[in-house]
Each structure stands twice: as C-alpha cells, then as structure tokens.
C-alpha cells in the first residue's frame, strides 16, 4: 500500500512539473541569452554560447544551430549579444529567431 500511494506522489509530482513547462515552451517571450561566436553566412549555420534553454530543457553550452533563414544571420556578428529563440525540428536544433540583445 505504502509503495502505491508513493507511486501516485511520484506521477502527481511528474504531471504538476509537465504542466507548466509544456506551457511555459508555447511563450511567445521565451528568449534565451547567448553570445555569438561565430557566424557561417553561406552555411546558415551560427554557433552560440547560450544559457539554459527553457524550451528544450537544455543547459548552457557552445553549439552551432542551424538557422531557420540564413538572412537572419545578417543582423548578427561573432562577439554580438543577442536573445534566440531555437526549436527541436526532425533534423535537429533550428534557430527560428535571433535579436540583439538590450
Ligand atoms: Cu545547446
């Protein structure tokens, strides 16, 4: 009986955290600060020194993204601070956003 009702506490405490970050990963504000390290213009690809990822429930690191649209990668330099937004696609992670930071 005992190991049951741990059990239920257990999926409770899975479906209260569950709840709000599937929520919290449709924002329209879930930004994440990295800096740039380096821009590959004609790869479309960019590689960031990111903070933790809310969405994707990523922690920080140095990783390359593809982006979504190279044109974005216009507006951003390596050394540059910016707020991204980066989503899971079948093929990996995606920048779908990319803005300076302020
Ligand atoms: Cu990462």
Redesign the pocket.
Known sequence: MKSILRALAVAAGVLSLGLPLSAHAAGVDDLTEATVKKVDQAGGRVTLA?GP?AN?G??P?T?TFAARDAAMLKRVKAGDKVRFRAEETGGG?VVVRIEAAK
């Open positions: 990111h990822i994707l990523m922690p690191m990783m992670y």
